[in-house]
């Protein structure tokens, strides 16, 4: 099984509508959660962290389930601009991240 | 914000050469740097951790006689890849943390291609 897991898409959405990603990691240890985006042949940059509490910025908002082990994504009035892959990452408490395979979203004019 | 370059951008070598990768912090300390690679529709994956000054630490299944990494100073790291061969073309990435914080600074990527 792999340490975390993304439906890789493509999610194909109209502008200005809601999407939501999940992912799900095997790592009951795992410390620390982030949603980074990632441009076609481009780095990966960082999104946002993901507290358990749940945390917004702007048109996103992220969850946490540690229970479940489940982490979503939701973006809100979808941008052309937001088109990229959107990679769930954790860490273990080894300082390296663990990246997802990225979901890949395209939104449509 | 923090900046962590890399060099080069991109590179074509031949079959059995050697390449080096430079990363660089601009801004500040990078106790720990990390070099990942991407290939096509991959997720990047983690293949070595060096902090400064000492040995690096390389994942399961990645060859350190073939990807030399030197961290000798708290702003740069190199990876040599040794001998390259066409399976080794990828995209390498290296990320920067400056030990206070989780976060991690990517650098902009070198596309290596072999031929």
């Known amino acids: 099984r792999k340490e975390v897991e993304q439906d890789p898409g493509p999610f194909n959405v109209p502008e200005g509508a809601t999407v939501a990603f999940n992912c799900t990691y095997s790592?009951?240890?795992?410390?620390?959660f982030f949603w980074y985006r990632q441009d076609c042949r481009k780095e990966p940059k960082l999104l946002m962290s993901?507290?358990?509490s749940g945390n917004e910025d702007g048109r996103f908002t992220a969850q946490l389930n540690r229970a479940s082990q489940y982490i979503s994504l939701l973006i809100r009035d979808s941008k052309l601009s937001d088109s990229a892959t959107y990679l769930c990452?954790?860490?273990?408490?080894?300082?390296?991240?663990?990246f997802g395979s990225g979901t890949r979203l395209q939104v449509q004019p | 914000g923090a900046v962590v370059s890399q060099h080069p951008s991109r590179v074509i070598c031949k079959s059995g050469t050697s390449v080096k990768i430079e990363c660089r912090s601009l801004?500040?300390?990078?106790?720990?740097m990390f070099w990942y690679r991407q290939f096509p529709k991959k997720s990047l994956m983690l293949m070595a951790t060096?902090?400064?000054?000492?040995?690096?630490?390389?994942e399961q299944g990645v060859e350190k006689d073939k990807f030399l990494i030197n961290h000798a100073s708290l702003t740069l790291s190199t990876l040599t890849v040794t001998s390259a061969h066409p399976e080794d073309s990828s995209f390498y990435i290296c990320?920067?943390?400056?030990?206070?914080?989780?976060?991690?600074?990517f650098g902009p990527g070198t596309r290596l291609t072999v031929t």
């Open positions: 990320s920067a943390s400056d030990g206070t914080s989780y976060e991690q600074y």
């Open positions: 993901v507290y358990s």
């Open positions: 060096s902090n400064e000054g000492s040995k690096a630490t390389y």
């Open positions: 990452v954790v860490n273990t408490g080894r300082r390296a991240l663990t």
């Open positions: 801004d500040f300390q990078a106790t720990t």
């Open positions: 790592n009951s240890a795992s410390q620390s």
